[in-house]
């Protein structure tokens, strides 16, 4: 005689269904007690992150912004977070903060130093709309991105050690788009700077437009010092036409683009907490 057992109710939720449900749930939870101070009351609501690309032609580049947006709503559950470009690609930010209405929101500029765009464009973007916003500072310079640079040479071929001899033939350009404003080329000579204590190799920054020296002329100045083995570290956000010239002139290796390296996404969450904190102690 077989043993019967009870039939499943079709209805029954499987347990992989049942433990998304209740992780949504605690994410929901999570982010409506963050609203509730600890000595009662509402705090006042988290503003929105936009992020703001440059934009490019690139198909990769706005797969890669959109992808670092959700590495951010993975980090912060409930945070509303949006993206808008400054030319090229949609949304283009003005739309994007049109669509906020007046909701107050943080604009963290997706670029590596300060220059035009942080200074001019993204400022008269944001005036010309009814949104509640503030410029962050630019992603550059900050550890977070010596790291991920190092990561991302670590990933095309850099040793992890290296005899002192390899040493002594070995060095970096640090490629980066180029700006007229001097504050940019300073901040990208600080963040060559970190990444030669980080590597122990000199680290020569070279542009791709709008300054000197150039990636090639860079390349030719450490070869003519007997450094042979010269890598073309990317110093961009995300793949575009840019980053893809300056590594056709590497002589040896050449990394990938900041991309979406999770450390990205700590640190522009880092950006947008600064601002909020600063924001919060002008209003005090």
Known sequence: MTASHPSRPESLVPLD?????????GNELAGQLRLVSPLGGRRPAQPALVLVAHGSRDPRALQTVRTLRDRIGELRPGLSVHLGHIELNAPLLPDTLAALGDTPAVLVPLLLSRG??????????A??????????????????????????LREAGWPTAMDAATRRASAVVLAAAGSRDPDSAADTCRTARSLADRLGVPVV????????PTVPAAVRALTARGRHRVAIASYFTAPGRFATQCAKAAPWIASAPLGAHPAMARLILQRYE?????????AA
């Open 127 to 152: 005036a010309t709309t009814t949104a509640r916003t503030h410029v962050a500072a630019p992603l550059g310079p900050h550890p977070l991105l010596v790291e991920t640079l190092y990561d991302r």
């Open 116 to 125: 035009y765009h942080v200074k001019q464009d993204i400022p008269e973007m």
């Open 205 to 212: 920054p070279a542009y791709a437009s709008a300054a000197t």
């Open 17 to 25: 269904s049942t433990a998304h449900l209740m992780n949504s749930i």
């Open 274 to 282: 600064e601002s909020v904190t600063a924001r919060r102690a002008e």
